[in-house]
């Protein structure tokens, strides 16, 4: 069973960073997947943000966080990271960690997030920006 977790939300103030972790478990070896960031603000509909393929790192950011915030990973831990730099109020947001199992999706150019994506989740971890 796939289990995400993610970790590293709270209070920062405008033009501060933040680092959201996702630790995961549940996956092979040999699994091609990706895991990918979401964030819900709100009021507003959910948004895919970021994600990052286990088998060659292609990555993917939506234009709203592009230049801002990177995502990588340690596969030795299982673990994806989502630094946040730069961060303003509009960023407030409940973040969710997301994996996705079909590789279409990235392969061969990365896809953006739409409502499909993810067919496992956190629980979420809120990320509150002040002015």
């Known amino acids: 069973e796939v289990q995400l977790v993610e970790f590293g939300g709270g209070l920062v103030q405008a033009g501060g960073s933040l680092r959201l972790s996702c630790a995961a478990s549940g996956f092979t070896f040999d699994d091609d997947y990706a895991i990918g960031w979401f964030r819900q603000a709100p009021g507003k509909e959910r948004e895919g943000i970021s994600y990052?393929?286990?088998?060659?790192?292609?990555?993917y950011y939506a234009d709203s966080v592009k230049g801002r915030f990177t995502i990588s990973s340690d596969n030795a831990k299982n673990t994806v990271y989502l630094l946040m730099n730069s961060l303003k109020p509009e960023d407030t947001a409940v973040y969710y960690c997301?994996?996705?199992?079909?590789?279409?999706?990235?392969?061969?150019?990365?896809?953006?997030?739409?409502?499909?994506?993810?067919?496992?989740w956190g629980q979420g971890t809120q990320v509150t920006v002040s002015s």
């Open positions: 997301a994996a996705d199992t079909d590789p279409s999706l990235w392969r061969p150019v990365p896809q953006p997030m739409d409502e499909m994506w993810g067919d496992y």
């Open positions: 990052i393929s286990s088998s060659d790192g292609t990555t």
